[in-house]
């Protein structure tokens, strides 16, 4: 029997009567709620397998509901309705509606690992959102969110040169989520840092900035890598029952 979840009761379900008495005894307002039954018809039943298919997602179906990886959730202290444990479940039952009501949310994992270190089961739930916010975006669901953004900015880089410039990282991030460089916090961040560096990490940093190095004799380490990458992200699209990519 799967535990029970309230939050699998919508709204519009819960009915009250302003005005009942049954055999004389006044049960008006919430002393007469009732859940309208319903039906579930639009299971995804390749859900599971779907998020087993990208990376993070491959130990889902380990998971035993215990709970520890939404009490130790960074995140979920914050805001209770980002719960782990209750996107996984949903998951491995098939829910695609259930799950799609939290879809703006799933994405604000700060990748902390608590939850991984938390698992008794070795799940790792840190890379179940990761492939579900994965899973939103190739489906159509959500628009490309920052962290994924991110993750693709630091992925060309590597691949391309073999090593990683920080500066260019946070330069592209910015750009391509349409932010300003010149924002408060950013600026007396990187003060803050030049401030303490070491003269010589410092100039070695703004020479990286520069002239952007590269690993040595890194091309054929490139071009297994891109090939590597494509038949990955054919397998992914086809276990998704998705197109070949425009
Ligand atoms: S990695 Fe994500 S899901 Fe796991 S504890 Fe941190 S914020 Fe929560
Ligand atoms: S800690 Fe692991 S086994 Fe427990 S609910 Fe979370 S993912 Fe499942």
């Known amino acids: 029997m799967p535990i029970h979840e309230k939050s699998l009761i919508r709204p519009e379900n819960l009915v009250e009567h302003e005005d009942l008495f049954i055999d004389g005894v006044d049960v008006s307002g919430h002393w007469s709620t009732f859940i309208n039954p319903r039906a579930l018809t639009d299971y995804n039943e390749e859900m599971q397998e779907e998020i087993s298919a990208l990376p993070g997602g491959e130990h889902i179906h380990r998971c035993w509901q215990c709970g520890s990886c939404t009490n130790a959730c960074t995140v979920n202290a914050l805001n209770p309705d980002f719960n782990p444990r209750y996107w996984i479940y949903l998951i491995r039952n098939g829910m695609e509606q259930e799950l799609l009501i939290d879809k703006d949310i799933i994405w604000q994992c700060v990748s902390c690992n608590k939850c991984t270190y938390a698992c008794p089961r070795d799940v790792n739930p840190e890379g179940v959102m990761k492939a ?110 998705l197109g070949e990519e425009a």
Not at 159 to 183: C, P
Not at 216 to 225: E, F, L, N, Q
């Open 132 to 241: 579900t916010a994965h899973w939103l975006e190739m489906k159509g669901h959500t628009e490309k969110k920052p962290s994924m953004i991110f993750d693709e900015g630091f992925s060309e880089q590597v691949i391309h040169t073999g090593k990683i410039e920080d500066g260019l990282v946070i330069r592209q991030f910015f750009a391509r989520t349409g932010q300003k460089l010149t924002q408060n916090w950013l600026v007396s961040m990187v003060v803050s840092l030049a401030k303490r560096m070491p003269v010589a990490l410092g100039f070695k940093m703004g020479l990286a900035t520069v002239f952007h190095p590269r690993t040595r004799g890194w091309d054929r380490s490139r071009a297994a890598i891109e090939e590597y990458v494509q038949e990955k992200h054919a397998e992914q699209r086809k276990a998704l029952g």
